[in-house]
């Protein structure tokens, strides 16, 4: 069986509503693990994520814990960078044994032809934030702002967080945020079966063709998670408190 999850956003609610999230992403984890093939991340898993050489953010050690766990006994996970969470070295590849794709994934499952990614890159009308994309993912720039004490880092990282879903709140991307548009392109043009993307926290489940566009929306709203197996592609909600 293969897995998705997308925009669980921890670290951006209270503290009650983080600790029933990461209770649910680590009891689905513990379910699967041994059953799963695939785990797909489709980024923004942390609402800010930055990690040093020697330092990474505290909390959600269970989760940690459930992903190592899960990639020892078998599994492939693969971590699409979000652009809430994208400041990443290499812990969750040493650590956990993830493989950090930096842009889209495209692989067969099955059979089946798949384009996986957060989406972030597919939003129109939105140049501000691709430059702003190519200015924070640059690797020099990242070195200089890691010498900075990891207290001050993080804490800067989190308000920055803060003013970016600030932005995208009030931002009109129109109605579909153009992802479905991009999705539509990305089938005809390279015939992909599925099209699975994360970002705009709009579910979406739709036939084009003879193939699929989906997205998972967020965790904000409803935890849930896609699963593939034997041809067929569902969305499953977790529990809600």
Known sequence: MNYFISDLHFGLQDRESERYKETVLVEFLKSVTGKARTLVILGDLYDYWFEYKHVYQKGYFRTLTALADLKESG???YYII???DFLHRDFFEK??????IHEDLVKEIEGKKFFLSHGDSY?????GYKILKKILRNRFLQKIYSMVHPDIGISIAGKSS???RNYTAHKSYGESDS?????QKLIDERGYDFVIFGHSHRRAFEKY???HYINLGSWIEQPCYGKYENGSFE???LDQK
């Open 162 to 164: 803060r003013k970016s």
């Open 235 to 237: 969305i499953i909600n």
């Open 82 to 84: 979000g652009n809430h």
């Open 123 to 127: 939003v129109a009308n939105d140049t």
């Open 179 to 183: 992802l479905r548009e991009s999705a």
């Open 95 to 100: 650590e956990i044994g993830a493989e950090l």
């Open 75 to 77: 599994t492939e996970i």
């Open 209 to 211: 063709k003879e193939s």
